[in-house]
């Protein structure tokens, strides 16, 4: 997509009048893509936020100015609310011009890649998403078990991100425990070195009247002050170092 002299790669998504209010997005500026647009195959383009920053700069009001895609002019109507990620979706980054236009002129295409639908309850998400399939494989004449299309809902969505971050949480986990293993291992050998080198240490002490418990305390406590000691050079020196690469 090109501005003038500036431009971004972006999304560019051909969209019907109510795509605005399934997907949830408001204007910002400007106006909304609207059923003339699609009759007269309009060249006409709605920004997202973040596309209309990189084409036209910070506080810039992009309305009536023209951009390119693939080579073909687009007029500016509108530029949406910014608005958060819908999984790997961002719509700050994307172009919305009218599906008409985008399968005549930008996609030389005939039939639709994606069509999104709204609900209004989500316990309505498992009945819909069952019509759906019944209807689409009608049109297809495939059969409702083996089809050739798929159906995503927000629900998927969500299952699928919290199967990926459980799957990090035991990850990092099981990586903790190793470190925690392998520091008790060497914590462990170290204090072993220590007693055996003290050996006449400790016989002096336990001939002068110390008790095999004050004995196991005072390793005990040397070994808690040198995993502390360690923890907190390891913390300054890793802040250190991360700090350096900003």
């Known amino acids: 997509m090109v501005a003038g002299t500036n431009n971004t790669n972006t999304t560019v998504i051909g969209v019907a009048p109510d795509y605005f ?3 949830n997005m408001s204007i ?3 106006s909304y893509i609207v059923e003339p647009h699609l009759r007269g195959l309009e060249r006409v383009a709605v920004l997202g936020s973040t596309v209309a920053s990189d084409l036209f700069g910070e506080g810039i009001n992009p309305i009536g100015k023209s951009i390119y895609i693939n080579k ?3 007029r500016v109507i509108g530029v949406l609310e ?3 990620s819908v999984g790997f979706f961002d719509p700050n980054d994307t172009i919305l011009v009218p599906l008409t236009t985008m399968q005549k002129i930008l996609a030389g295409v005939d039939y639709l890649s994606i069509i999104a639908v709204g609900v209004e309850s989500k316990d309505l998400i498992s ?3 069952e019509e759906i399939t019944l209807a689409l494989s009608r049109k297809h004449r495939v059969d409702p078990q083996n089809p050739d299309f798929s ?6 969505i969500i299952g699928t991100l919290t199967q990926v971050a459980n799957t990090f949480t035991i990850f990092l986990a099981a990586v903790a425990g190793i470190s925690l293993l392998v520091g008790g291992i060497g914590i462990m050998n170290m204090m072993l070195t220590t007693v055996t080198e003290r ?3 400790i016989g002096l002490r336990r001939a002068i009247g110390a008790k095999r418990k004050d004995i196991s305390l005072q390793f005990l406590l040397e070994s808690i002050a040198l995993t502390f000691i360690g923890g907190v050079f390891g913390n300054y020196f890793g802040m250190g170092n991360c700090c350096s690469r900003f």
């Open 21 to 23: 209010q399934v997907r």
């Open 72 to 74: 073909t002019n687009f």
């Open 28 to 30: 910002a500026l400007g």
């Open 199 to 201: 050996t006449r240490e």
């Open 82 to 84: 910014p608005k958060g």
């Open 127 to 129: 009945q819909v998403q």
């Open 151 to 156: 159906i995503v809902s927000q629900s998927d």
